[in-house]
C-alpha cells in the first residue's frame, strides 16, 4: 500500500505515465482513421472497378429480347449469350453474372433470366437459376435499389455484404440497368465479386499502421520523456528535496544555482535560495537577540536582589521599643 500511495504521489510517474496513455490513445485514434479511410478507398475502387464489369456484361443482353427469352422465343440467340456470360464470369473472375427482370409492381421480388456461376474464385458454394426461377427480393436496401434503377434515378447500384449470415463471404454486388431500343429499362444485370482481395490487403494493412503507430508511440514517448525529465521533472524535484531539507534543517545548504531554462522552475529555484539565505540570517539575528534579552534579564535579576539584600530583614526592628516600628520594602526598576 505504501508503494502504491508513493507511486501515486510521483510527479514523474504520473506525468510520464499520462504522456503515454495520451500517446496510446492518439495512436488508436490514427488507426481507427486510417482503417476508414482504407476501407473507404478500397470500397471506392472496388465499386468502380465492378460497375465497369456489369456495364461490360450488360452489353452483351439484347434488352428487346426479355420477355421473349423468358417465354422461350430466341433460344439461339440466348445459348450463344449464355455461353458469353459463362466465359466473361471466369475472365472476370467473379462469383456471379445474373440478369433478372424485377416485378415493378412493388420491386419485391424478380424472375431469373440468365444466371452464370464461378465457385472456384470464392470457394461459395452457389447453383445456377434456371431461366424463370421467381425469387423474392434480399431485403428492403434490395428493392429500393431496384426502383432506383428502373425509374432511371440512377446510373448503377452497389450493396456491399461485410458480414453475411447464409454462410457466403464478404462479397460487393453491382447492379446496372438493361435497356430496351425505347430507353425502358426491361432488366438488371447483377455482378457479384469476392472482396477476399479487399481482407487479404486489409491484414498487412492493419499490422503495418499498428507496427508504424507503435514504434512512434515509443520513439516520442522515450523522447519527450528524456526532455520532460531533464528540463522540468529533474529540476522541480531538486526544488522540492532542497525545500524539504530545508524544512527538516533549517541550516543553508549549497545554492541551487542555475538548474532549468525554463523561467518559471528557476524563478523557484532561485526563490528558495533566496529564501534560505533570508531565513537563515533571520534565525542567527532572533537567536542573538534571544541571547542578549536573556544576558540582561539574568543580570537585572542579579541587581534586584544584591538591592533587596541591602534592606533590613530583620522586624520588629526594635523590639524593647513599643511606641514606634519599622517596615522596609522595595521594588525594583527593571
Not at 90 to 111: E, P, R
Not at 250 to 273: F, H, M, T, V, W
Not at 296 to 313: F, H
Request: charged share 25%; with cysteine.
Amino acid at each position: 500500500m505504501k508503494l502504491l500511495r508513493k507511486l501515486r504521489s510521483s510527479m514523474s510517474l504520473n506525468v510520464l505515465g499520462g504522456l503515454v496513455f495520451l500517446m496510446l490513445l492518439f495512436g488508436l485514434i490514427v488507426s481507427i482513421i486510417g482503417n476508414s479511410c482504407f476501407v473507404n478507398a478500397f470500397k471506392d475502387e472496388y465499386a468502380t472497378v465492378t460497375y465497369h464489369m456489369a456495364d461490360s456484361a450488360a452489353s452483351f443482353i439484347n434488352g428487346n429480347h426479355i420477355n421473349d427469352y423468358l417465354a422461350g422465343r430466341e433460344e439461339e440467340e440466348y445459348t450463344q449469350t449464355k455461353r458469353r456470360l459463362d466465359i466473361s464470369t471466369q475472365k472476370m473472375n467473379v462469383s456471379l453474372l445474373y440478369v433478372i427482370a424485377v416485378d415493378t409492381s412493388d420491386y419485391g421480388s424478380f424472375v431469373s433470366v440468365f444466371n452464370s456461376v464461378n465457385n472456384s474464385v470464392d470457394d461459395s458454394e452457389y447453383t445456377e437459376w434456371e431461366i424463370g426461377y421467381e425469387r423474392k427480393a434480399t431485403n428492403e436496401e434490395y428493392s429500393q435499389k431496384y426502383r432506383a434503377l428502373y425509374e432511371h434515378k440512377s446510373k448503377y447500384e452497389t450493396v456491399f455484404r461485410m458480414q453475411t449470415n447464409d454462410g457466403a463471404h464478404p462479397h460487393i454486388t453491382t447492379l446496372v440497368p438493361i435497356q430496351n431500343r425505347d430507353g425502358d429499362v426491361t432488366a438488371l444485370m447483377c455482378v457479384q465479386r469476392p472482396m477476399r482481395e479487399m481482407e487479404n490487403a486489409f491484414r498487412p494493412y492493419v499490422l503495418l499502421i499498428l507496427s508504424v503507430v507503435l514504434f512512434m508511440v515509443i520513439l516520442i514517448s522515450a523522447l519527450a520523456t528524456l526532455f520532460l525529465k531533464n528540463s522540468i521533472i529533474h529540476p522541480v524535484e531538486k526544488v522540492s528535496k532542497e525545500a524539504t531539507r530545508f524544512a527538516k534543517e533549517s541550516a543553508k545548504g549549497e545554492p541551487l544555482g542555475k538548474i532549468s531554462r525554463y523561467e518559471d522552475i528557476q524563478n523557484l529555484a532561485d526563490s528558495i535560495d533566496r529564501m534560505e539565505t533570508d531565513m537563515v540570517s533571520y534565525i542567527d539575528n532572533l537567536t542573538a537577540v534571544t541571547a542578549e534579552k536573556e544576558r540582561m534579564g539574568v543580570e537585572l535579576s542579579i541587581a534586584a536582589q544584591i538591592q533587596a539584600n541591602s534592606l533590613p530583614d530583620v522586624f520588629p526592628a526594635f523590639p524593647d521599643r513599643k511606641e514606634f516600628d519599622i517596615y522596609a520594602s522595595m521594588d525594583p526598576a527593571k
